[in-house]
């Protein structure tokens, strides 16, 4: 049964600004342990403490299959940070995380591409990432390629793409197979036109078929529309976490 | 920690303390392992884009190693007066060797830090993009080899001792591994490891005996055994060549090598976690 259980899960980011990341800081603050007098003390005296910047504190939250869950808040509230610990990218600093479940993850436009490999190269090489079989990656590159529309630049490096292409492909590729688990940051509902029409059907269909989906977006109709709950992250804590009508109003109003 | 036998995978991440670093740095090598053949088919196209569009393609990688030693052996030949018959094959070979080492060991820095946006938009075990170094070394190396080849051919010379590498190989893959994976991580940490050892191979380039015979060193030859490169550079290169390998020479091998794989297996239980945020 696929389930996300996160319990008082926390992430700190250490803030290594120009020379508090250097090896040179890191020398002298061993020096100054073992010789307080050495010329080099002093160099750490002042800033002896690391800046960490507390992105999550002790969320908690429990999904289970079925639900839709729309993240939601200012920039800066933890979003993509919450989305990428649940990916397992970014291991608790404290608490727990636990997925069951085959997970995909669409965080990040370029989708780790390689601008110098073609449309091709990548679909095939994203498909050995995520430990697909060869028939599988055939069938996906068909599909993307139907979807796509690219034509001859199938074959032509991402480099060479119009913005708008390289946008069809990597999302034709995002939502090429359904897991059981998907995690969307909101680029992708970025784009125009008849291309988002088209996308919102293929999306619609992926996400209907994703026993768990957590969506991080600022499009409140989007939420109403797909989400069966909604978090609202507020400078890493939640704010609140309900149905996405009653948070909404409240956030809505809040946000004027 | 992932458990791919399971019908439905589970990962439960949270951190971990004591044998928990073990095994989930276990989990993740073994995970790492299951991708080798994308590992190879990454180390291969980097390769293939590098020389995407020129006419010899890999080929130049072949070339430019033939001008160095051609170029490098008549210098040093007369400057040291030195046979070529004798030094041009020992040449031919160390330079190759050590064109391996010295990559490997400057490509380690940045391993982590050049695939950022890959860390940053799936979970990837920290030893595919190691295994993707090891692999495009491997394949450069065997490109050159070619060279060493040819110049063992010209001055009739046949490789002594092959069965050697048997032993030798499986070293250098080993320490291949754990080198990338530490500096990699030292270097995603500090930024300043990438460039610092960058200037410590130019150094070890002069020190280690790979354009000079380790004879020319006729008293305090020992004190070469302290220098990693060296013997591990010996266990490869003097069999070929029809020397034999002194025991001790093997001993400091393994004892750097040891060293080595204990420093990284440390770290890594220590530190692989962290990597995606230091990146």
């Not at chain 1, 292409?165 to 939502?175: D, E, I, N, P, Q």
């Not at chain 2, 490109?143 to 050697?164: C, G």
Request: aromatic share 10%; charged share 20%; net charge positive.
């Amino acid at each position: 049964m696929p389930g996300i259980v996160v319990d008082r899960l926390c992430i700190d980011f250490p803030l290594y600004h120009g020379q508090s990341r250097s090896l040179k800081r890191q020398v002298g603050k061993t020096l100054t342990r073992f010789a307080p007098s050495s010329p080099s003390a002093h160099l750490m005296h002042d800033q002896r403490e690391r800046t960490i910047v507390s992105v999550l504190r002790e969320i908690s939250f429990t999904l289970r299959s079925g639900e839709r869950l729309g993240l939601i808040g200012s920039n800066g509230a933890g979003k993509t940070t919450l989305l990428r610990a649940l990916a397992g990218i970014y291991e608790p600093v404290a608490g727990r995380v636990r997925l069951e479940g085959t997970m995909r993850t669409l965080l990040d436009s370029s989708l780790g591409m390689n601008p110098d490999l073609t449309g091709r190269e990548n679909i095939r090489l994203k498909g050995r990432y995520e430990g697909l079989s060869r028939q599988q990656i055939d069938r996906i590159e068909q599909d993307v390629q139907d979807f796509a529309e690219l034509g001859p630049y199938m074959d032509m490096p991402v480099k060479a793409y119009s913005a708008g292409m390289s946008v069809r492909l990597a999302f034709g590729l995002a939502t090429a197979s359904a897991p059981e688990i998907l995690l969307m940051d909101e680029w992708f509902l970025a784009g125009d036109g008849i291309f988002m029409n088209k996308a919102r059907t293929r999306l619609e269909e992926l996400v209907q078929k994703a026993e768990i989906l957590v969506l991080s977006t600022h499009q409140p109709e989007i939420m109403r529309q797909w989400c069966t709950r909604v978090l609202w992250l507020e400078n890493g804590h939640v704010r609140m976490d309900a149905s996405p009508d009653e948070v909404l109003d409240v956030y809505l109003a809040h946000t004027g | 920690m992932e458990d791919m036998n399971a019908r439905s995978p589970v990962l439960v991440l949270e951190p971990q303390r004591g044998w928990g670093l073990v095994r989930s740095a276990a989990a993740d090598l073994r995970a790492g392992l299951r991708l080798f053949p994308l590992a190879a088919a990454l180390g291969w196209l980097d390769i293939k884009m590098r020389y995407r569009g020129s006419i010899l393609g890999p080929l130049w990688l072949t070339l430019s190693t033939a001008v160095m030693i051609g170029a490098t052996g008549v210098v040093y030949g007369y400057l040291f007066h030195m046979d070529l018959k004798t030094y041009l094959p020992f040449l031919s070979l160390s330079i190759v060797l050590w064109g391996y080492i010295g990559t490997v060991v400057n490509d380690a820095g940045t391993v982590f830090t050049q695939n950022t946006p890959l860390f940053h938009s799936m979970r990837i075990p920290a030893s595919l993009p190691v295994m993707q170094v090891i692999v495009r070394n491997l394949l450069i190396l065997l490109h050159n080899i070619v060279v060493v080849a040819v110049v063992f051919a010209v001055f009739r010379i046949w490789p002594h001792q092959i069965w050697s590498l048997l032993f030798s190989l499986p070293v250098w893959i080993v320490d291949s591994f754990c080198v990338i994976l530490l500096i990699g991580m030292l270097g995603a940490r500090f930024r300043d490891i990438a460039p610092i050892v960058a200037s410590l191979m130019q150094i070890f380039f002069f020190v280690t005996p790979v354009i000079w015979k380790p004879e020319l060193i006729t008293t305090g030859r020992q004190y070469l055994l302290l220098d990693p490169f060296y013997s591990l550079l010996e266990i490869v290169r003097a069999p070929l060549l029809g020397r034999t390998v002194d025991a001790v020479v093997w001993g400091a091998a393994l004892g750097h090598s040891v060293l080595l794989w204990l420093l990284a297996a440390i770290l890594f239980c220590r530190m692989r976690s962290r990597i995606p945020y230091w990146i």
